[in-house]
C-alpha cells in the first residue's frame, strides 16, 4: 500500500459512477448504468443482458477488460483506471439492412465529444476508428442480433484512450495510438467524457431512426479521414485497390479502383496506402 502521504493521482482513481450519472438527464439511453471494476468484456455482458430482455439504454462500464475486442475480432488493450470501455443497449426501431448504419451514427457522436476535450479536430476512419493526427484515439464496436425483418437488439461497445499515455503503451501500439491526456497535455475526467458521450450519442441516436443516416451523413464526411486517399480493402479472400471517395447515402465506403469502377464497400479492412 502507498503511503497515507503520497500525493493523489487522479489518473489512477477508480471511475466515480455517482459523478457521471449526477451529469445524466437520461431520455433514452443511460437510463441504468451497471458498473465494474473488471470485465471480460462489456460488450459480452451487455449482450447476456439484452438476451434476458434488459431494456434499451442500459449502459455497461467496466473499470478494466481482460478480454477486450475490437473489430474482426483483433484485442483491444484495456489497461484500468485509465480509459473508458462501455457498451449500450440498443433495440433500434430499424431494418436489419441499416444496422450497420448505428456504428457510423456512434462515430458521429464520438469524434464531436471528443472534440469538447482536444484542440485537434477528430477523424474517422471509416468504418468505426476515431483518429487524431492518424493515431487511433478511440473505436466503435456493434454487435446486432437479427432475425429476418426485425433487429432483436444491438450491443454499441466504445472504448477511448482517457488518460493512457503512450509512454505506458505496449510497442504494438505505441506507434499509432494517442490519448485524450497527451493530446491535450493534461488529465481528463473520464466521467466528464463518458456523461457528454452519452448525451450525444441520445441525440444522434434519435436523429438516425427518425430521419435516416443521411441526416447524419455530412456530419461523418466532414471528419473521413481517407478522403482522397489511396486505399486497399480486404475482406475475407478479395481485395481492392483505388482512391476513397467518402460514402453513400447508405453508408457504404465508396471507392474508385485503378482502372476508374466505383465500388460500394459494406465489409473489410481499410488500409491507407502510399500515394
Request: glycine share 8%; with cysteine.
Amino acid at each position: 500500500m502507498p503511503p497515507s502521504d503520497a500525493p493523489f493521482n487522479p489518473a489512477a482513481a477508480p471511475l466515480d459512477i455517482d459523478k457521471v450519472r449526477q451529469q445524466l438527464i437520461p431520455r433514452r439511453l443511460g437510463v441504468e448504468l451497471h458498473y465494474f471494476a473488471e470485465l471480460g468484456s462489456t460488450n459480452t455482458h451487455a449482450r447476456e443482458l439484452a438476451e434476458r430482455g434488459a431494456p434499451e439504454g442500459e449502459v455497461v462500464i467496466a473499470d478494466a477488460q481482460t478480454q477486450g475486442r475490437g473489430r474482426l475480432g483483433r484485442r483491444w488493450e484495456s489497461p484500468g483506471r485509465r480509459n473508458l470501455y462501455f457498451s449500450v443497449i440498443l433495440r433500434p426501431r430499424l431494418a436489419p439492412a441499416h444496422a450497420a448504419q448505428i456504428t457510423l451514427m456512434a462515430a458521429v457522436a464520438l469524434a464531436e465529444t471528443l472534440d469538447s476535450f482536444i484542440a485537434p479536430m477528430a477523424e474517422i476512419k471509416w468504418p468505426n476508428d476515431i483518429l487524431v493526427g492518424g493515431r487511433k484515439l478511440a473505436g466503435v464496436l456493434t454487435e446486432a442480433a437479427c432475425s429476418a425483418d426485425v433487429i432483436e437488439h444491438v450491443i454499441l461497445g466504445i472504448g477511448i484512450n482517457v488518460n493512457y499515455r503512450r509512454e505506458e503503451m505496449p510497442g504494438e501500439i505505441h506507434a499509432r495510438a494517442t490519448s485524450l491526456a497527451d493530446l491535450s497535455g493534461d488529465f481528463v475526467a473520464r466521467e466528464n467524457v463518458l456523461a457528454r458521450l452519452i448525451h450525444a450519442l441520445d441525440r444522434c441516436y434519435g436523429v438516425l431512426e427518425q430521419s435516416g443516416f443521411d441526416a447524419l451523413r455530412p456530419r461523418w464526411e466532414a471528419r473521413f479521414a481517407l478522403r482522397g486517399k489511396r486505399v486497399r480493402v480486404e475482406h475475407l479472400d478479395q481485395w481492392i485497390v483505388g482512391r476513397a471517395l467518402g460514402i453513400a447515402p447508405d453508408g457504404a465506403l465508396l471507392v474508385e479502383d485503378e482502372s476508374g469502377a466505383l465500388h460500394n464497400i459494406y465489409a473489410g479492412d481499410v488500409i491507407a496506402l502510399e500515394n
